[in-house]
Every structure is written in C-alpha cells, then in structure tokens.
C-alpha cells in the first residue's frame, strides 16, 4: 500500500469542461467565458464582490501587495510559520518582512504579539490560515484598524473556511487564495485575488494584464503578466461547483483522524477557537517533547509503511534567503512546529481504511518504543 500526501481529485466532468475550453479556443487569459464564470463563482462563493484570477498563490500575493504601492522599506508583519511565498510577495516589492511568531493552540499568528512589532514604519499585515484554520480576524480587524494597517489575507490553505459564517478573504482589504494541485480546489497553477473595493480591484485587473490601458500600447503603470489561462479557469471554475462536497469530504477524514490519534499522549493536534470552521487543507500533528522518537524517525518508518508526510513549514525568520538581508527576532514557538510537526496524508478520497492504517502505523511507532 502506498498512500501519497495529497492526490488531487479530477473528475470526468472537470476533463470535459478543460477540454470544451481548448475546443472553444480558451486559451490565453483574454478569451472565452470561463475566466469571467470563475471569477464571478469565486467572489460570490467569498461573499466579495470581486476576485481576479492569476496565475498562481504566489503571485495573488505579489499582486495584493503591489497595488497598495508602499513605501520602499515599510514593514510588513506576516505569520512566521508558512510558506516562504508570504515572505516573497513582500520583499520582491521591496518591503521588509516582519514575523509574527506562532500560538500553540492553532499554529496561527500570535494576535498578543502583534502590538510590540508595530513601528512607524508598519504598512500591513499578513495573516496565513494556516492549514485551513481561520486566524481570529475579527480580533485582528480591531488591531489592524487601530494602527491603519491594511490586512491582506493569504487563504491559500483556507478555501471555504469561516469566522462566524463569514469567508476567508472577506475580512481583508485583500485575500489571496492559491490553486496548487495540492489545494482543496486546483487549477494545477492558479491562484485569485478577491475584494470588495471597486476601485482596488479595477487597480488589480490592470496590474495583472501588464498595465494595458488605453490607448493600449501606451503604458504609465509597470504591470505584470499575471494572467490565468481560460482553459485553467474552466478546470477551476468545474471544481469550485462541488466544493460543498470536497469540503464535507475534508472534514469527515479530520475527524476520523482526531477519533484515532487523540487518545495518543505523544500527540498535539491543531485547535481551533469559537464560531471559526477548519476546512484541513491538510491534517498535522505535533510531537510532543516526551515522545519516544523524534518527527524525523517517525516520518521514516511511515514512509516504510508506504505512507507520505511532510514537515511544517521553516518559520520565516530561519530562512536563509531572508536572514541574509533581515535582522528578526526569533521565533520559537514557530520553530517547535517546524522540528515536531509534519501533516499526514490528507486527500479528499481518502477511505476509513486508508486513516485507519495510517492512524494505527504512527501509534504503533509511538507505543512501540515504550
């Protein structure tokens, strides 16, 4: 038995929509319906009024940046446990990245910490939904809002995941959401750029197409070519008309995985907070300083047992790539995650028996060495 950390679920109708698309010519991002269906889809699914497809998280993330044109060397606060694209959007627009350590409770950004980090150099803040559980934006709206900082979501893990029944990415003046192959809706590369600011998002929409405004080939805006292909789009949009179902999905194996490793006492799973709903874009687990092996150890013997992991992300201020340019505090609950944690194989397909297995093998690792 080999079970993959993430298979991305295509259906026969998610082929038939592509293939319609390349038979109607969609191929670029200026042509077709697909593109405007999924944008609309998107937005409405958000509870925003706009949302701008590109061509991957990463660059959703660059683009949000962008088009608030700060200051060359304003600050940037930005979770610490996340994807290194959090901290690149930022410093490709020539802003310093500041990181917020991580809460045991939800790996999320620490919101107590967030006060001492603000100077007057501070422009905004980036929150990561880390693994599908929602940052407490309504505490952070009140933070942001009292030191004028835009908060520009990054919900590339948290499609469909909610704070008192309201969407990730709405809470922002911008959310970015990435469709990765990985991500509970996929466009194999892709990512969206939501709003609810008309003149914002006219802003992004021209950013995106390389600054083309008219007459058209006259330019005073240095955009980018950020553009989703409409073949991709009408992969995404396919996917996004189920989404109700592959969240379900989501869930359900969350809570078969909780049922069979909570009563684990070497093991921390991640919590969530009142009226907030964790979508598990993947489903992690802590080691706890008593374990009788380290994450490494374990991480082996499951991939023996034909069972693919991964570790949590490197906390930011750990990255080579930015220690080089950046003086940053550490962050040592960010640094747990990164040495105990690892996600387990979190597939929308998976079976009881396949969790069962997994959930089994890792208990056996632990018990085994007592």
């Known amino acids: 038995m080999r079970i993959p950390v993430f298979t991305p679920e295509i259906t026969k109708q998610d082929i038939e929509s592509v293939k319609l698309a390349l038979e109607a010519g969609e191929i670029s991002g200026n042509f077709g319906t ?5 944008e609309e889809f998107w ?20 683009l949000a940046v962008a088009s608030f044109e700060f200051p060359a060397g304003s600050e940037v606060l930005i979770s610490s446990s996340t994807n290194i694209a959090t901290a690149l959007a930022v410093i490709h627009n020539n802003l310093i990245p500041v990181p917020i350590d991580s809460e045991m409770q939800t790996w999320n950004l620490d919101l107590k910490l967030i006060e001492e980090k603000i100077n007057s150099k501070t422009v905004a803040i980036i929150p990561v939904h880390l693994f599908g559980q929602p940052v407490d934006m309504e505490s952070l709206i009140k933070i942001a809002s ?11 893990e948290s499609h469909g995941a909610t704070q008192n029944g309201k969407m990730t990415g709405s809470f922002g003046a911008i959310g970015c959401f990435s469709f990765y ?13 939501v709003t609810n600011n008309d003149a914002l998002a006219l802003k992004l929409r021209t950013y995106r197409n390389l600054g083309f405004q008219e007459p058209r080939f006259l330019h005073s805006i240095a955009g980018f070519n950020f553009r989703m292909t409409g073949y991709q ?4 949009y396919s996917q996004a008309l189920r989404i109700s179902d592959t969240l379900a999905n989501k869930i359900k194996i969350a809570n078969w995985y909780k049922e069979l490793l909570s009563p684990n ?16 874009w993947m489903f992690g687990i802590l080691l706890s300083n008593k374990s009788p092996i380290n994450r490494n150890d374990l991480m082996s013997k499951l991939s023996i047992a034909g069972i693919e992991t991964r570790t949590f992300f490197c906390p930011m201020d750990m990255q080579p790539v930015l220690r080089k340019k950046f003086s940053m505090d550490s962050c040592p609950n960010a640094k747990i995650l990164w040495e105990q944690g690892m996600y387990l194989p979190s597939s929308s397909t998976l079976t009881y028996e396949e969790v069962s297995y997994i959930s089994s093998t890792i208990n056996l690792a632990l018990d085994a060495q007592n």
């Open 34 to 38: 697909n593109l405007a269906n999924f």
């Open 43 to 62: 937005a409405n699914y958000c509870g925003v009024r706009h949302g701008i497809a590109v061509t991957s998280g990463t660059a959703a993330l660059h």
């Open 146 to 156: 009292k030191y004028n900082l835009k908060i520009i979501e990054d919900c590339a």
């Open 181 to 193: 192959a990985n991500k509970i809706l996929t466009t194999g590369e892709g990512g969206m750029v």
């Open 233 to 236: 789009a009408a992969l995404g």
């Open 265 to 280: 006492r070497y093991l921390s799973l991640q919590g969530t907070i009142p009226e907030t709903i964790n979508v598990y």
